[in-house]
C-alpha cells in the first residue's frame, strides 16, 4: 500500500458554477470523495496551500508546492498536485527545476469539468494520477490527464475544452494509461542517482516578447528597466527582422552588455528553433552572446530563465544551468549544434 499526498490548489476540477462563473470551491478532501477504487492500492492525506483558478498561480506559488513537498518527501511515497489546467504547464515545468533528480513521483493534474458533474474527466484524472504515483516506476514531474503522462517539462495546453486538452511537445509521452494499466514508453527510473534536490529561488524578471511582423526593436529599449532577461519568440527556426528605427541587434547588444539574459525561441510549436540555418538568424547568434532555447518548450524555457537567474549572475554559469538537460527538457544543446 502506497501513501500519496494530495495537494488541492483549485482550477476547474475543484469548480462550481457561480453567477461571476467558475470559481473554486470543492476543498481537497471532498475531490476525493468523488474517486473510487484508489484504496486497493494508496492511502491519501490532503493537504491545501491555496485554493485558486490557475490563471492566478505565479512564482511565489511555484516555491509554496515546491516546499510542501520538501516538507514531506521523507513521509511519502508519491505527490498529486491537483491544478487548474490554464497554467499548468508551467507550474509542472517550474516543479521540474525546483525539485530535481526525485526518485519518487510528483503528479500534476486537473480537468477540463468540475469534479462533480456527472460527465467529466476530472474522476478519471484524478484516478489516473494516484494510480501513477503508486507505481514504483514513476519519478520525477509530470502532468497526467486524458490518458496521457508528460514529462513536466514537455507538456503545453494546446486544446482549450477537449479532454485532450495537453501534448507532449518535440518528446514522446513517458507512458499512457488504459482502463486502469499503466505502459510505460520511457521507463529510466534506474537513471536516478543521487539524493532529490530542492531550490529555493526564482527570478521571476523574464519577459517573453512575441515577435510580430513589423514591430521595432525599441520596444526591447522600453522594458529594458524591468527586467534580468528576455526570451524572443521569433519566427520559424529563428531569427530577428533588420528594418525598424532602432534594430533589434541594437538593442540585443545593450541587453548582452548590461549582463541581462537573452534567449531566442520559437513561435512554432513543433520542432525547435536552429538559427544557423539563415543568415537573419546565424549572424546574430554569431555576433552577440544570446542563447536558443532548441527543443525546449515556451513554458520549460521561461521557467529554467528563472530558475537559472535565480541561482546565478555569473553569464557562464547561467548557460551551463540552462543547457543542463534536466527532466528530460532538451535534446539539442549546444555543444551538438557548435
Ligand atoms: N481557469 C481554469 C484554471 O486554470 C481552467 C481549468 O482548470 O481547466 O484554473
Not at 180 to 190: A, E, Q, T
Not at 192 to 220: A, C, S, T, W
Not at 261 to 273: D, F, I, K, R
Not at 310 to 327: A, C, I, K, S
Request: charge should be negative; glycine fraction near 8%; charged fraction near 25%.
Amino acid at each position: 500500500m502506497k501513501n500519496i499526498l494530495l495537494i488541492a490548489t483549485g482550477g476547474t476540477i475543484a469548480s462550481g458554477y457561480t453567477r461571476e462563473g467558475l470559481v473554486p470551491t470543492i476543498a481537497a478532501e471532498e475531490l476525493l470523495g468523488y474517486v473510487e477504487g484508489y484504496r486497493e492500492f494508496c492511502r491519501v492525506d490532503v493537504v491545501q496551500p491555496f485554493h485558486l483558478d490557475s490563471t492566478n498561480v505565479c512564482g511565489r506559488h511555484w516555491l509554496q508546492l515546491a516546499a510542501a513537498v520538501e516538507e514531506r518527501y521523507e513521509e511519502y511515497d508519491g505527490f498529486v498536485i491537483c491544478h487548474g489546467t490554464d497554467t499548468m504547464a508551467f507550474t509542472a515545468a517550474a516543479l521540474s527545476y525546483l525539485i530535481q533528480n526525485a526518485a519518487k513521483p510528483i503528479v500534476v493534474t486537473g480537468a477540463q469539468k468540475p469534479i462533480d458533474l456527472p460527465v467529466t474527466d476530472a474522476r478519471t484524472n484524478l484516478l489516473d494520477s494516484l494510480r501513477f504515483a503508486s507505481d514504483p516506476r514513476a519519478h520525477g514531474v509530470s502532468i497526467v490527464f486524458g490518458g496521457n503522462v508528460i514529462a513536466g517539462t514537455r507538456a503545453k495546453k494546446e486544446r482549450s475544452k477537449s479532454y485532450n486538452a495537453f501534448s507532449s511537445i518535440n518528446f514522446p509521452s513517458v507512458a499512457v494509461i488504459q482502463d486502469g494499466r499503466i505502459l510505460f514508453y520511457i521507463d529510466d527510473k534506474d537513471r536516478v542517482k543521487g539524493p532529490v534536490v530542492f531550490y529555493h529561488e526564482l527570478n521571476q524578471r523574464i519577459l517573453l516578447l512575441k515577435l510580430v511582423p513589423g514591430m521595432d526593436g525599441g520596444i526591447l529599449g522600453h522594458l529594458y528597466p524591468y527586467y534580468d532577461g528576455v526570451i524572443i519568440e521569433s519566427f520559424g527556426v529563428g531569427g530577428l527582422p533588420e528594418y525598424g528605427e532602432r534594430p533589434f541587434q541594437e538593442e540585443i547588444r545593450r541587453w548582452t552588455d548590461g549582463g541581462k539574459m537573452v534567449l531566442m525561441a520559437t513561435q512554432v510549436t513543433h520542432e525547435g528553433s536552429d538559427m544557423e540555418v539563415y543568415r537573419v538568424g546565424k549572424v546574430i547568434k554569431e555576433n552577440y552572446k544570446l542563447m536558443e532555447a532548441y527543443d525546449m518548450t515556451l513554458e520549460a524555457a521561461v521557467t529554467k530563465a528563472m530558475w537559472a537567474l535565480g541561482q546565478t549572475e555569473d553569464p557562464d554559469e547561467l548557460r551551463r544551468l540552462f543547457y543542463r538537460t534536466v527532466n528530460h527538457d532538451i535534446l539539442l544543446t549546444p555543444q551538438q549544434n557548435d
